[in-house]
């Protein structure tokens, strides 16, 4: 199981296809009222996900064990972010 955990190929894969889904989380999302704002919060989950791949990459050079971690933290932050950007009421922000 760890094996396939540690495998570069899935981790990139499963980062990529999270942020597509995170994405279009964000994007359906309603932003009325938040004028030029929603232009930077819908690509927050974007941002998460390239440090994601970058920290990987980088902690791979480093480190050979253990990599899946920081695909799993990156892929919970990506959630957390498109879940918080979905249920946050932007008519109500000044």
């Given amino acids: 199981m760890i094996k396939l955990l540690n495998n570069p190929k899935n981790n990139i894969i499963a980062i990529i296809i999270i942020e ?21 919060l819908k690509w927050v989950p ?14 791979r050079l480093f480190i050979k064990k253990y990599n899946w971690v920081i695909s ?3 892929i919970v932050l990506m959630f957390i972010a498109a879940y918080n950007l979905y249920i946050t009421d932007y008519s109500q922000t000044l």
């Fill in 20 to 40: 597509i889904i995170t994405l279009s989380i964000s994007f359906t999302a309603n932003y009325s009222g938040s004028g030029i704002a929603s232009i930077i």
């Fill in 46 to 59: 974007a941002l998460i996900g390239i440090t994601t791949l970058l920290l990987y990459f980088v902690s």
């Fill in 72 to 74: 799993l933290i990156g």
